[in-house]
């Protein structure tokens, strides 16, 4: 099951990062995690927040250009190498990684990371033949 990923495009310039979590904050949107690319002109700022329909109505009526994006978030253990396994999996699937990161919650001994990658649905199945889970938003604590 994938859950919501709001990215929104940013100038490339001090203080942007910090005037947008402002507005989300002010809001009682809380971040669950963030990544930001950034080229010389602009960054992509992604995020995992807790409210994403409540988060993309602010951030439009904030004048931010934004979008919604389905991502897996994946609980892999939390100890070294917890990550391996499944990038080992993409690796023999031959799935692309568009990108990933990691969110900010720990649960029993899991860390959870977020892939967006090449084919989504031959990813679950390898996960699901590996006994690895993936998450939803209500394990997540996310209103989607």
Same mark, same amino acid.
């Given at each position: 099951m994938s859950?919501?990923?709001?990215s929104?495009? =940013?100038?490339n310039? *001090? &203080?942007?990062?910090? !005037?947008?979590?402002? %507005?989300l904050?002010?809001?009682?949107?809380d971040?669950?995690?963030?990544?930001? *690319?950034?080229?010389a002109?602009?960054g %992509?700022?992604?995020?995992?927040?807790d409210?994403?329909q409540?988060?993309?109505?602010?951030?439009?009526?904030? &004048?931010?250009?934004?979008?919604v994006?389905?991502?897996? *978030?994946?609980?892999?253990?939390?100890a070294?190498?917890?990550v391996a396994s499944v990038? !080992? =999996?993409?690796?023999? &699937?031959?799935?692309?990684?568009?990108?990933?990161?990691?969110?900010?919650?720990? %649960?029993?001994?899991k *860390?959870?990371?977020?892939f967006?990658?090449?084919? !989504?649905?031959k990813?679950k199945?390898?996960?699901?033949?590996?006994?690895?889970?993936?998450? &939803?938003?209500?394990?997540?604590?996310?209103?989607?």
């Amino acid at each position: 099951m994938s859950i919501q990923q709001i990215s929104v495009f =940013l100038e490339n310039r *001090a &203080g942007q990062l910090a !005037e947008i979590t402002k %507005v989300l904050a002010g809001e009682g949107i809380d971040l669950r995690a963030i990544s930001i *690319a950034e080229t010389a002109d602009y960054g %992509v700022l992604r995020m995992i927040v807790d409210d994403s329909q409540k988060a993309k109505s602010i951030l439009l009526d904030s &004048g931010y250009i934004m979008s919604v994006t389905p991502v897996l *978030a994946v609980a892999v253990p939390d100890a070294p190498g917890g990550v391996a396994s499944v990038l !080992e =999996l993409l690796a023999e &699937g031959k799935i692309d990684i568009e990108y990933m990161y990691s969110l900010f919650t720990h %649960v029993e001994g899991k *860390a959870y990371m977020v892939f967006r990658v090449s084919d !989504e649905g031959k990813f679950k199945a390898l996960l699901d033949s590996h006994g690895i889970q993936t998450c &939803g938003p209500e394990v997540l604590g996310l209103k989607q």
